[in-house]
């Protein structure tokens, strides 16, 4: 199904459960699409969860687009939950998509009834955090330019640890990725400035990370968000519902579970 938005813009997503069911909407990484989700869908589905899986702008089959803001993300959020006639829902957010979740929360809060981010961080402002932004739109830029196997090989190759389900899902995903529109997320991404906005957030927050990486950003949401608490997912890295699904499932339906 599309979202149409004006200037041609058009945002997939996909449904699954009850209408009638408790809403929660799942927000995938930079490059990646709804797909990565499938662990979770059947699981979150038969324990009463209504979800929606959008394509966010510039990935899998939502528009391609020349420019890009995290707001331009969030506001498709809000636009996808009137759509559905959706007053609040559960927001979920890995990695890229916790930073759309942040945005989302911190822009529309009375539209959020329960935020989970995970594998994610709110700003760029020490020397490595930089270095490895810029790092990474120049490997897009870099994989723009090589034959998208080489990528898939790359991608594949670094999740072999996990599992073949998941070095096989990079290895698809990157074979159909169009590298360009993931350098103009990327960009976006790096214009992250969210920290000091956090404290807007009233809505109860499970911030979550893997213990090999982003786990200081995560102790810095952990203390603007009040109502957050953080778990720390042993033996895992981004995207950690892929890396770790058993865990990352335990501790979100616990979460989502309580009154």
Same mark, same amino acid.
């Not at 990484?29 to 959008?54: A, S």
């Given at each position: 199904?599309?979202?149409?938005?004006?200037?041609?813009?058009?945002?997939?997503?996909?449904?699954?459960?009850?209408?009638?069911?408790?809403?929660?909407?799942?927000?995938?990484?930079?490059?990646?699409?709804?797909?990565?989700?499938?662990?979770?869908?059947?699981?979150?589905?038969?324990?009463?969860?209504?979800?929606?899986?959008?394509?966010?702008?510039?990935?899998?089959?939502?528009?391609?687009?020349?420019?890009?803001?995290?707001?331009?993300?969030?506001?498709?959020?809000?636009?996808?939950?009137?759509?559905?006639? !959706?007053? %609040?829902?559960?927001?979920?957010? $890995? +990695?890229? *998509?916790?930073?759309? #979740?942040? &945005?989302?929360?911190?822009?529309? =809060?009375?539209?959020?009834?329960?935020?989970?981010?995970?594998?994610?961080?709110?700003? !760029?402002? %020490?020397?490595?955090?930089?270095? $490895? +932004?810029? *790092?990474?739109?120049? #490997?897009? &830029?870099?994989?723009?330019?090589? =034959?998208?196997?080489?990528?898939?090989?790359?991608?594949?190759?670094?999740?072999?640890?996990?599992?073949?389900?998941?070095?096989?899902?990079?290895?698809?995903?990157?074979?159909? #990725?169009?590298?360009?529109?993931?350098?103009?997320?990327?960009?976006?991404?790096?214009?992250?400035?969210?920290?000091?906005?956090?404290?807007?957030?009233?809505?109860?927050?499970?911030?979550?990370?893997?213990?090999?990486?982003?786990?200081?950003?995560?102790?810095?949401?952990?203390?603007?968000?009040?109502?957050?608490?953080?778990?720390?997912?042993?033996?895992?890295?981004?995207?950690?519902?892929?890396?770790?699904?058993?865990?990352?499932?335990?501790?979100?339906?616990?979460?989502?579970?309580?009154?």
């Amino acid at each position: 199904m599309f979202l149409e938005k004006e200037n041609n813009i058009k945002v997939y997503y996909e449904t699954y459960g009850n209408k009638k069911d408790e809403p929660l909407i799942l927000i995938h990484g930079l490059g990646l699409d709804h797909n990565m989700y499938e662990k979770q869908i059947e699981k979150y589905r038969e324990k009463g969860f209504y979800l929606i899986t959008p394509d966010m702008r510039a990935h899998g089959k939502s528009s391609k687009v020349e420019n890009l803001k995290i707001s331009d993300w969030a506001e498709d959020i809000k636009d996808l939950m009137d759509e559905l006639h !959706i007053k %609040t829902a559960n927001v979920l957010g $890995v +990695s890229m *998509g916790g930073i759309i #979740a942040q &945005k989302f929360a911190v822009q529309y =809060p009375d539209r959020v009834r329960k935020l989970i981010l995970s594998d994610t961080f709110p700003e !760029i402002v %020490t020397f490595t955090e930089k270095m $490895v +932004s810029i *790092g990474q739109v120049l #490997a897009l &830029k870099l994989f723009n330019i090589l =034959p998208n196997k080489l990528g898939a090989n790359f991608y594949a190759a670094a999740y072999k640890d996990y599992s073949d389900e998941v070095g096989e899902y990079f290895k698809q995903v990157t074979l159909k #990725a169009d590298f360009k529109q993931s350098v103009i997320a990327r960009r976006a991404i790096n214009k992250v400035d969210l920290l000091d906005e956090l404290a807007k957030i009233d809505s109860p927050t499970l911030i979550m990370a893997g213990d090999k990486i982003l786990i200081e950003p995560a102790k810095k949401m952990k203390n603007k968000i009040e109502q957050s608490e953080l778990k720390i997912i042993e033996g895992s890295t981004d995207p950690s519902n892929m890396t770790k699904p058993e865990v990352f499932d335990n501790y979100v339906l616990d979460f989502l579970n309580r009154d």
